[in-house]
């Protein structure tokens, strides 16, 4: 494989002063893939084809401007009659679909130009893709909208008849793919209602943030829990404060790292606790520098999302070292060897949770070490090469593929 295209909603580059996790996503790969000789295009919606090249590599970044859809008076009175009987706005799917069909154009003139042997399309922001037909295209999951409005008490505080319209579009792209991959198997098993489609786990790369010593494991008695992500009720972090409330008896201290949310009463509720508990630090944004010292500084790291598909602060937190907590499910399980390289509990239980805590607060100081040390001694086996070798093998399948169908 020569080139690759990505076609995204988010990308951040490495010198930003901002995280995500599409975005994060999107620059490992490029990087690692840019490392191997591979010429890799991101095509990102943004300005009038604006474009540049990342320095010292072979990684061109390319904006493509979407104009918007002006519907017809039959295309409004049609989204009256949907909205009322099937509950969906019509305007909103002739939207998405616009936008679809214009990155499609878009794409195909840009395919013409350079050729690629294989475009990925990220599935974020209902975006929605019509792929080209002609070139090996796959879609990489990086969530499903219709299980985060039922696990997250709403959408974003998204229209809900906008939220509607936007599943159903994503499950009509979806059926347009002969390929969709995704990091978590997971997720990708609630994907049974797409037919005659391969589907694959692929790895995701993750940026090697520190070294360590087991010097470095000695806990005091003021334990240090940190939550990284989405400040939401879908990430579970109103779990994680009902557990550290439940244990009071601990000298326990919370530092959280992420955006807070008030699109639904449960997220205005955790808003609140988080910012008028006394053994709570909370940052909106950080610098990367920032954010690896305050990674390093904590004891004990919580992801206890109801809803994901393996973040990276996952790979980045158990490549730091550190004991780990997450669900049973949603990639963790996939990673995460109960009670060795980190530690799970029941996806959605704020009991199992504290019990998880209460285990992990009871170790000594040297089988702490031990577990951080399986957790480093995973993530080494998690190396660049293999991560880069899973996803050839992935890619170069999808292409044999693609091309027998060609044939055929």
């Given amino acids: ?122 599935n974020l922001n209902g975006i929605g893709y019509f792929p080209l037909q002609d070139v090996c295209s796959v879609v990489r999951i990086s969530s499903l909208t219709h299980l985060y409005l039922k696990y997250g008490e709403g959408y974003y505080g998204i229209d809900p008849f906008k939220v509607q319209a936007q599943i159903r579009f994503e499950n009509k792209s979806y059926k347009k793919f002969k390929f969709i991959v ?85 997220n205005r509720t955790i808003k609140q606790r988080i910012l008028n508990q006394s053994n709570i630090i909370y940052f909106q944004s950080q610098s990367k520098f920032n954010l690896i010292r305050i990674l390093q500084d904590v004891d004990i790291i919580v992801l206890p999302s109801r809803v994901d598909n393996l973040p990276n602060t996952l790979l980045e937190s158990l490549g730091m070292g550190k004991i780990v907590v997450g669900p049973n499910a949603w990639g963790f399980e996939e990673v995460i060897e109960d009670g060795v390289n980190g530690f799970l509990f029941e996806v959605g239980s704020q009991s199992s949770l504290t019990e998880t805590l209460k285990v992990i607060l009871s170790l000594s100081n040297e089988e702490r070490g031990t577990v951080c040390m399986k957790a480093k001694e995973f993530i080494s086996n998690y190396s660049s090469d293999y991560v880069f070798s899973n996803c050839m093998e992935v890619y170069n399948q999808c292409i044999k593929i693609s091309n027998n169908i060609c044939v055929e």
């Fill in 1 to 122: 494989m020569r080139n690759i295209a990505f076609v995204t909603s988010e990308f951040i580059q490495p010198n930003e002063s901002k995280t995500g996790g599409l975005g994060t996503y999107i620059w490992n790969i490029s990087n690692l893939l840019d490392k191997h000789g591979i010429t890799v295009f991101i095509f990102i919606p943004g300005g009038e084809n604006n474009s540049f090249r990342i320095p010292n590599t072979n990684i061109t970044v390319k904006e493509f401007f979407i104009s918007q859809n002006t519907p017809s008076s039959f295309d409004k009175a049609k989204h009256f009659f949907l909205k009322r009987f099937s509950n969906y706005s019509y305007v909103y799917y002739l939207e998405l679909r616009s936008r679809a069909i214009q990155i499609h154009d878009f794409l195909r003139v840009e395919n013409d130009n350079f050729q690629f042997d294989l475009i990925q399309y990220s």
């Fill in 182 to 266: 995704g990091p978590s198997s997971y997720m990708l098993n609630h994907m049974k209602f797409i037919k005659d489609v391969f589907k694959t786990r692929i790895l995701s790369p993750y940026e090697n943030r520190t070294s360590f010593s087991v010097s470095e494991y000695t806990y005091t008695p003021n334990i240090k829990i940190g939550y990284f992500g989405s400040v939401d009720y879908r990430k579970g972090i109103d779990l994680l404060l009902d557990a550290i409330s439940s244990l009071s008896e601990e000298k326990l201290s919370l530092t959280v790292v992420g955006k807070l949310y008030e699109d639904s009463p449960e």
